[in-house]
C-alpha cells in the first residue's frame, strides 16, 4: 500500500488520477484526448495483482508481485464458448484449467491426426501443448460476460435469434477483452517477464513469458485499443521485427513519440513491467488528415504488421444471416475473412458498406457484432445438432 501510495504522489503532474492505480479508468474524455496515457493507466490497473477470491485487484499487494493478475482472473474465452454451445454458467463459477480451454492451440479432439518428428521419427502427439513454443489467449472481463450470457450470445443459435429480432449486439460501456501472447523461455529470462508455468501431460513443467497483451476496452462507441510488447520481441530469432514505428506521447513526453521507453513514476520501476513497451493506442479508424491510422503487434499481427489496424479488423467483426427458401428466418452463421484477399493482408481504414451487404439484398447480410471477434468461437447447441442429425 505504501508503494502504491507513493506511486500516486509522484504521479500528480499526469492527466489521469494515478492515486488508486489498481483501479480501472472509466473516462471517455480522457481516452479519446490522452490516449497513450490511458492505455498506461489501463495497464497497470488491469496488470495488477489479483485478489486471491478473484474478484478484482488487490490494492494491498504491490504492482509487479508474483502471481496471477486482474485479466488472468476473467473469463476465458475457451470457457464461454463451450463445444456443445451449453450455458457457461454464473460468473463465479469454478472455470476449466485444461489447456485446451484456456489456450488457441490444438485441442485434444484434434491429436488424433496430429503428428511431429521425435529422434527423427513421426509420432502422435499426446498434449496440445507439447511443442507449443508460443501460447495464445483469450480473456474477457465481468460485463462483457454477463452480457454475453444474458443474450444468449455464447452459441451460434443465440447469436441467429439475435439478428433474426434485429436487436443487433451493443455490449455495455465497461467491457473489455484482452488477448494475450506467451512465449517458452529460459530460467535466465525470467526477471524480464511476467510468467506463467504449464504442466504437460507427463508432468513437466514448462515456463512461459508474456510477450504481447492486445486491449480493448469499451470506453468509446467503437471501443479504446492499445498493444503493449516486450522490449525484448523484435530480437527473438524466432519473431518478427517491429514494421510499424511505436507511438507513445506519453512515455516519451518532450522526445520522439518512438522512443521506446516506459514511462516513469507510475511504478514500474523495479518490476517485470519495466520491460513492456506501449506500441499504440486507437480512437478511431482515420486521422485528421483522413489517412486510414494502423496499428500492429509483431507477435499477434505478425506477416501483417503494415496492413493492421485493430479497430478495423474488429469492426468486421459480424454474423452472416442467410433467408431461408421459405420465408426471412436466418438459417446460417458465417464470419467474413480477417483477411483480405488469398496473401496475408488486413484491412485498414473506415467500415465499407459491401463488407456488410456484398450481394445487394437477395444476398446474405452480416450483422455486425460489435468489435467482439471472440463471438466467432460459439458453436450450436448440441440438443441442436441431435436433433437435425435426426432429422436427416
Known sequence: MIAALSMGVAARANTLDWNRPWAEPRDEVAARNHSDEYAWRLFVALNWPANPTGRGADSMAVLGAPGPV???????????????????????????????????????????????????????????????????????????????????????????????????????????????????????????????????????????????????????????????EQVDNPTQVDGEPWQLASHDDFACRAQAADCERFPPHIGLEGTVWQYYRLRGTLTSFLDAAGTARRLANSELESGFQTTASCMTCHARASIAVLPAPAGPAPTLALRLPIFDGAERRGFIGAPQAQWFSPAGDAGPHFIPLDFVWSLSKARPRAADRIAEGNSN
Open 70 to 228: 486482474v485479466w488472468e482472473s476473467w473469463r476465458s474465452a475457451g470457457n464461454v464458448y463451450r463445444t456443445d454451445g451449453a450455458d457457461p454458467g454464473e460468473w463465479d463459477r469454478a472455470q476449466s484449467q485444461r489447456a485446451e480451454d484456456r489456450f488457441e492451440i490444438v485441442s485434444l479432439k484434434d491429436l488424433p491426426n496430429a503428428r511431429h518428428v521425435v529422434g527423427g521419427v513421426m509420432l502422435p502427439w499426446v498434449d496440445p501443448l507439447e511443442s507449443a513454443r508460443r501460447l495464445t489467449e483469450i480473456r474477457m472481463n465481468r460485463p462483457t460476460y454477463e452480457f454475453i450470457r444474458r443474450h444468449e450470445l455464447y452459441n451460434t443459435d443465440g447469436q441467429l435469434r439475435a439478428a433474426a429480432r434485429e436487436i443487433g449486439v451493443s455490449f455495455p460501456y465497461g467491457s473489455k477483452e484482452v488477448k494475450a501472447k506467451w512465449r517458452l523461455i529460459t530460467e535466465a529470462e525470467r526477471s524480464r517477464y511476467h510468467t506463467l508455468v504449464v504442466t504437460l501431460a507427463d508432468g513437466t513443467r514448462r515456463l512461459y513469458g508474456l510477450t504481447a497483451l492486445h486491449i480493448a476496452s469499451k470506453d468509446l462507441p467503437t471501443w479504446f485499443w492499445a498493444t503493449f
